[in-house]
């Protein structure tokens, strides 16, 4: 039986009538540009999350770049995140001017290690004439930029407490984890997008809550900045034809709005129905004696109790010799993906960086290791166990 790694299909089908109602009736206003529906999924969203303040934006990528102009971030500046992660991560902060500095991941979790990230601050970078911190190539730190990959929100205590001691401020790369919870010990349950100082989600299609096209939003604490994303998502014009500021066509459309709100009150059974999918796939992975020949994500937040405590955005196991892995699932029918084959250190565009390879060795070592497999919320219990045994088949082999 062949299993595709996503069949957005299969969720269409739960929310067509209510996304046709929507469409019809955004159709017969012919107000296509931000207005009502756009303020619906803002505040949808606020409420969801527990944010301050949402910005509808046109992209995931067009919220980082909003937010890195918003906050003035550019030449002369340095913003702190990972090298292992989606390229808009650190394609936005050299984008604007700025320097993307990489600290290495985790390998259990692979989010951003505070202990690599305090390294940074205390001995890659140094008090500027100022007193502000400075990287070792004289650019002044304004943000540490953690990335929730997969659905899992990264070590935010250690992370916010090291920001606070340095007063950097936190963006938070939520583009995968809409939804996820985060069980602070210093505070409550928080939830992705509502731990920083600002935040950007992703909806692009195959995301957890994906529009029908290129779909994002950034959410903040603070009036001022979300003031400003707002100006800047709309070519920095405050009142008509009078620009403020040079901002962008960042705007979220009226069309993906309408999708996006009927989709999110699904949004926590799908995330249920991902979590149970990983549970069956460690079941039966127990069962093909296959544990001591991959590695399974991890749920460093499972016993806490917070609901959604991982999202599994994707389902990504670490598995050896896992390129001729991949061609023996993908020979069997079986959807898998590589999320992410070359480290951003390690890429073309980022070589006037001077990195190389070694850099970073977690992150070099999961690009090698790191395999996604189906774990889409309609996928059934059968259709788990044949990816299992493919799985299995394609490690024997
Ligand atoms: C971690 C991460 N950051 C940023 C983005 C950029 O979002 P978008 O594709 O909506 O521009 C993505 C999307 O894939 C992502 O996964």
Redesign the pocket.
């Given at each position: 039986m062949a299993v595709p790694l996503l069949d957005l299909r299969l969720q269409y089908v739960q929310v067509k009538d209510d996304v046709q109602r929507r469409m019809a009736a955004l159709c017969d206003s012919q107000q296509f540009i931000l207005g009502a529906p756009v303020e619906e999924i803002e505040a949808a969203v606020r409420d969801y999350t527990g944010c301050g303040h949402a910005i509808g934006m046109s992209?995931?990528?067009?919220?980082?770049l909003a937010i890195l102009m918003a906050m003035g971030i550019g030449r002369g500046d340095a913003v702190i995140t990972t090298p292992y992660?989606?390229?808009?991560?650190a394609g936005c902060i050299q984008r604007v001017g700025a320097e993307p500095v990489f600290v290495d991941i985790d390998s259990a979790t692979y989010n951003m290690d505070p202990a690599k990230l305090e390294e940074c601050l205390r001995k890659k970078c140094r008090s500027g004439p100022d007193g502000r911190l400075v990287t070792s190539a004289g650019n002044r730190v304004r943000a540490i930029m953690p990335?929730?990959?997969f659905g899992c929100v990264c070590d935010m205590d250690r992370i916010s407490a090291l920001a606070a001691e340095f007063d950097i401020p936190v963006i938070e790369?939520a583009?995968?984890a809409i939804g996820a919870d985060y069980p602070s010990k210093d505070t409550k349950t928080l939830r992705a997008g509502a731990i920083g100082e600002v935040s950007?989600f992703?909806?692009?299609p195959?995301?957890n809550l994906g529009a029908f096209g290129?779909?994002?939003m950034a959410t903040c604490r603070d009036e001022g900045l979300a003031a400003e994303i707002r100006l800047m998502r709309n070519h920095g014009m405050g009142a008509q034809y009078h620009h403020e500021k040079v901002g962008g066509n960042f705007r979220l459309d009226a069309l993906q709005a309408v999708i996006l709100s009927a989709k999110l009150p699904h949004l926590d059974a799908w995330h249920a129905a991902r979590r149970r999918n990983a549970a069956l796939y460690r079941e039966e992975f127990t069962k093909l004696g296959l544990l001591d020949r991959i590695t399974f994500p991890v749920e460093p937040y499972a016993a806490s109790g917070a609901k959604n405590h991982h999202v599994y955005?994707q389902y990504v196991v670490r598995v050896p010799h896992r390129d001729k892995v991949r061609a023996a699932l993908t020979a069997a029918g079986i959807g898998c993906a590589v999320y992410y084959p070359v480290p951003l250190h390690l890429q073309e565009c980022f070589a006037s960086l001077g990195h190389s390879e070694g850099d970073f060795p977690e992150s070099e070592k999961a690009a090698r290791e790191s395999l996604a497999l189906p774990i889409y919320p309609e996928l059934t219990p059968e259709q788990v166990r044949e990816v299992a045994g493919a799985l299995a088949k394609a490690l024997m082999s």
């Open positions: 992209s995931g990528t067009d919220a980082l992660t989606f390229f808009a991560t990335v929730h990959l790369d583009a995968q950007y992703s909806f692009f195959s995301k290129d779909a994002g955005h």
